[in-house]
């Protein structure tokens, strides 16, 4: 896995302007790390669902970016015409893309976090 092919499966959920490579490459090679230093001893570090599951990370925090970038207009009406946009659901969709991946890998990622909470009865 290299951050060039996690570009190239990020491209299958949003495109990207040229002026942008450097930056999303950054960000590709940071989601890359995160879920490499995860990785169970034995796990192929080629597998599939490890790049597309970088690029999930990588597509969720580009949205996250450019929804706050974003003006606030979310409605435009001409005429008989409204076109509007939901940040929301933008947000929503790259959430479920970034989490139905991540399932996917999970047989690939050490389990070592705990979780300690008080149960209330």
Do not use: H
Not at 33 to 53: C, G, I
Not at 64 to 82: L, P, Y
Not at 112 to 120: A, G, H, P, S, T
Request: charged content about 30%.
């Amino acid at each position: 896995m290299n951050q060039w092919s996690v570009l190239n499966a990020l491209k299958q959920y949003t495109s990207i302007d040229d002026s942008e490579t450097a930056q999303i490459l950054t960000a590709c090679r940071a989601c890359m790390d995160e879920l490499t230093v995860r990785l169970k001893d034995d796990a192929d570090k080629d597998d599939a669902r490890l790049v597309n599951a970088a690029a999930a990370i990588a597509y969720y925090r580009l949205m996250v970016k450019k929804m706050s970038a974003e003006d606030s207009v979310v409605s435009f009406k001409a005429g008989d015409v409204t076109v509007s946009k939901s940040p929301e659901l933008v947000l929503e969709i790259a959430e479920q893309v970034r989490d139905e991946a991540l399932k996917t890998v999970l047989p690939l990622l050490k389990d070592d976090e705990f979780l300690f909470k008080q149960v209330c009865i």
